[in-house]
T-cell receptor, first 116, second 109 residues
Framework: GAVVSQHPSRVICKSGTSVKIECRSL??????MFWYRQFPKKSLMLMATSNEGSKATYEQGVEKDKFLINHASLTLSTLTVTSAHPEDSSFYIC????????????FGQGTRLTVV | GEDVEQSLFLSVREGDSSVINCTYT??????LYWYKQEPGAGLQLLTYIFSNMDMKQDQRLTVLLNKKDKHLSLRIADTQTGDSAIYFC?????????FGTGTRLQVTL
């Protein structure tokens, strides 16, 4: 199946710094990518929908200035957690949907963010 | 908002069948999905079913959909220790998925 690569898989950062997470579709073009956050023993919460060449659409309650999303090409979307706080520590997962196939979205392996 | 519910835990013996259940509220869902998540990993799509289908079988996996009751189930035949993971069902469209809380499947010897 299609491959979505997410980098880094783990990152530890200090409070107040910013962290960038990359999501790449390796063998297909993705006009739309999705960013999720997963809390321990909880489901995935959709944070935002990233559209290539335009602004991301954020879900209610998600601070767009804190979670900056850039989708500059058909194969890359980035999520930057700005001024990170310990409560931002979580598992972040991206998914990408093939521009030509509408049946499924492929998920990256996730990024474990720890803010100390 | 839309809601998807699953039981949190299921324990089965190796070789038995596992049945993981899911209910959803979004009647406009186009597709319903089952994902598998192993510890520390992302989500792996196992299978999906189009909303106008009742059943889909793929090797050891059987998906049953009762659209009237908005009930989805995943049956894993001959469950193996490698099937131990968290299983998420998700409903929605290609544009937006709503995930359940996940069912942790434990396979015992």
């Amino acid at each position: 199946g299609a491959v979505v690569s997410q980098h880094p898989s783990r990152v530890i950062c200090k409070s107040g710094t910013s962290v960038k997470i990359e999501c790449r579709s390796l063998d297909f073009q993705a006009t739309t990518m999705f960013w999720y956050r997963q809390f321990p023993k909880k489901s995935l919460m959709l944070m935002a929908t990233s559209n290539e060449g335009s602004k991301a659409t954020y879900e209610q309650g998600v601070e767009k200035d804190k979670f900056l999303i850039n989708h500059a090409s058909l194969t890359l979307s980035t999520l930057t957690v700005t001024s990170a706080h310990p409560e931002d520590s979580s598992f972040y997962i991206c998914s990408a949907r093939d521009s030509f196939m509408n049946t499924e979205a492929f998920f990256g392996q996730g990024t474990r963010l720890t803010v100390v | 908002g839309e809601d998807v519910e699953q039981s949190l835990f299921l324990s089965v013996r190796e070789g038995d069948s596992s049945v993981i259940n899911c209910t959803y509220t979004d009647s406009s869902s186009t597709y319903l999905y089952w994902y598998k998540q192993e510890p520390g990993a992302g989500l792996q799509l196992l299978t999906y079913i189009f909303s106008n289908m009742d059943m889909k079988q793929d090797q050891r996996l059987t998906v049953l959909l009762n659209k009237k009751d908005k009930h989805l189930s995943l049956r894993i035949a001959d469950t193996q220790t490698g099937d131990s993971a968290i299983y998420f069902c998700a409903s929605g469209t290609a544009s937006k998925l709503t995930f359940g809380t996940g069912t942790r499947l434990q396979v015992t010897l």
